[in-house]
Every structure is written in C-alpha cells, then in structure tokens.
C-alpha cells in the first residue's frame, strides 16, 4: 500500500496511517471520535472529555466497526488539565496506532493549512485495504486563524473552517513544511455558532447557526501529565 493518499499534494493530506489510528466513538447514545496515542511503551486512547461524559473505569466503550459495535472495556481514564476537553484512556483492546506521528505545535503558524478526522454525524468512509473492517474517517481542511491561553495550562486553538456533530474527539494535524513530518497538537472540541434571523418576518426569530470557527485544544499538556505519571 502506498504510504500516502492518491490525491493531489496538499499540506493538510494525512498520511494513510494517520487515517488508521482514527475511530468512531459510540456511547451514551451519542457519537463522536478518538485516535490512538503511544507514550511510555503503553497505548493510549484519546478523545473529547465531553464525548464520554459518565465514563468510568470498567465500563464497555464501543468503537464501530464494519460488523457492528466492538465492546472495549475502559482500563483507566483521566482527563488530566481541567480546563481542556481532553480524555485519555487506557482500553483493554490493542488497536492500531501510526508510529510516524509527532505531538507538537513545532512549525505550527498563523494561517497554517490544518486538517481535522472524524465521523460527522456517525458517517465514514468505506475501510482502507489494510484497514481489517475499521471505517476511515472524514478529512475537513481550515487554517489556525488564532489561539490563545488555557487558564491553567496548554492553548485553545481556532481554525477557520466548518466543524460538524461527530468530529468532537478526533485529531488536528499539520505537516511542517521543513520536515514533512505530521504533527498532531490537537483534539476538536467544538464549533463556535451564532444567531441569525430566520427570513420570514411573520414569524421573526433567531436561530443558531455554524459561524465556521472550530475550536480545538492542544494535546500537549495533557500528554505531558501522563509522562510524569509513574510507571
């Protein structure tokens, strides 16, 4: 298999293993998504603090998979900096994880070219020829349009481009133009939203809409809580 999609070359294309280390969440009635991190020779699992809301330890998360929900029973979860919407679980279930992956912000600039994975409203992709019946997730595009600080640690950063239900949890990546390296530094939150009139005067109201800024939170901090954490 070719290491890189058959599509023209583009800064915020993934890598085919970065498409792999992405599932899609089923809990709680509700969806959304995770990617697979390895950091002192354990496997970590990782998505949106919101997403698994009541989640606790020895309780089944379910991943969806080609043949239906596969049950993963949650060995730990933390959620490590209280102001990030960040969880990191340890599953009882060994998935795959690209190795080639970087976690930093290292190279990220204003107006960078980003990409974001996920399952926007439960959809996927049909599985890659290696994929062993996991669905590949979505690839939506924005640029970092800002940033600023957590109040207690790590960074809030907002990219102009359109968020939808179901990629809370998944990964934000960049590929550093020095490197060619693909560096992932967050983990989709939300999408910000405004009101807006509905046309119809006779019957005047406002209703919420995307306003086309997504907001995500860097990863880093809490990765570093966990490599302070004994073994």
């Given at each position: 298999?070719?290491?890189?999609?058959?599509?023209s070359s583009h800064?915020?294309?993934?890598?085919?293993?970065?498409?792999?280390?992405?599932?899609?969440?089923?809990?709680?009635?509700?969806?959304?998504?995770?990617?697979?991190?390895?950091?002192?020779?354990?496997?970590?699992?990782?998505?949106?603090?919101?997403?698994?809301?009541?989640?606790?330890?020895?309780?089944?998360?379910?991943?969806?998979?080609?043949?239906?929900?596969?049950?993963?029973?949650?060995?730990?979860?933390?959620?490590?900096?209280?102001?990030?919407?960040?969880?990191?679980?340890?599953?009882?279930?060994?998935?795959?994880?690209?190795?080639?992956?970087?976690?930093?912000?290292?190279?990220?600039?204003?107006?960078?070219?980003?990409?974001?994975?996920?399952?926007?409203?439960?959809?996927?992709?049909?599985?890659?020829?290696?994929?062993?019946g996991w669905p590949?997730?979505?690839?939506?595009?924005?640029?970092?349009?800002?940033?600023?600080?957590?109040?207690?640690?790590?960074?809030?950063?907002?990219?102009?481009?359109?968020?939808?239900?179901?990629?809370?949890?998944?990964?934000?990546?960049?590929?550093?133009?020095?490197?060619?390296?693909?560096?992932?530094?967050?983990?989709?939150?939300?999408?910000?939203?405004?009101?807006?009139?509905?046309?119809?005067?006779?019957?005047?109201?406002?209703?919420?809409?995307n306003a086309g800024?997504?907001?995500?939170?860097?990863?880093?901090?809490?990765?570093?809580?966990?490599?302070?954490?004994?073994?």
């Amino acid at each position: 298999m070719s290491d890189a999609l058959n599509l023209s070359s583009h800064a915020a294309l993934p890598r085919i293993g970065l498409l792999e280390q992405v599932f899609r969440i089923h809990h709680a009635d509700g969806m959304g998504s995770g990617f697979t991190v390895e950091l002192n020779a354990r496997q970590y699992f990782v998505t949106a603090a919101h997403v698994v809301d009541g989640l606790e330890a020895s309780n089944i998360l379910e991943l969806t998979h080609r043949d239906g929900h596969v049950p993963c029973r949650v060995l730990e979860i933390r959620k490590p900096v209280a102001d990030l919407d960040i969880a990191i679980l340890r599953l009882d279930r060994k998935l795959y994880s690209w190795p080639d992956a970087k976690y930093s912000a290292e190279g990220l600039y204003l107006g960078c070219e980003c990409g974001f994975l996920g399952f926007p409203f439960g959809m996927s992709a049909d599985g890659l020829p290696d994929s062993e019946g996991w669905p590949t997730p979505f690839l939506k595009k924005g640029c970092l349009a800002g940033s600023k600080a957590a109040s207690s640690a790590g960074r809030y950063f907002f990219l102009d481009g359109h968020n939808n239900k179901g990629f809370s949890g998944g990964p934000v990546f960049f590929v550093n133009a020095n490197t060619s390296a693909t560096h992932i530094f967050g983990v989709v939150s939300a999408f910000q939203k405004e009101a807006v009139e509905t046309e119809d005067v006779r019957t005047r109201k406002e209703i919420m809409v995307n306003a086309g800024i997504v907001e995500c939170h860097s990863i880093m901090p809490a990765l570093d809580a966990l490599k302070r954490l004994p073994e």
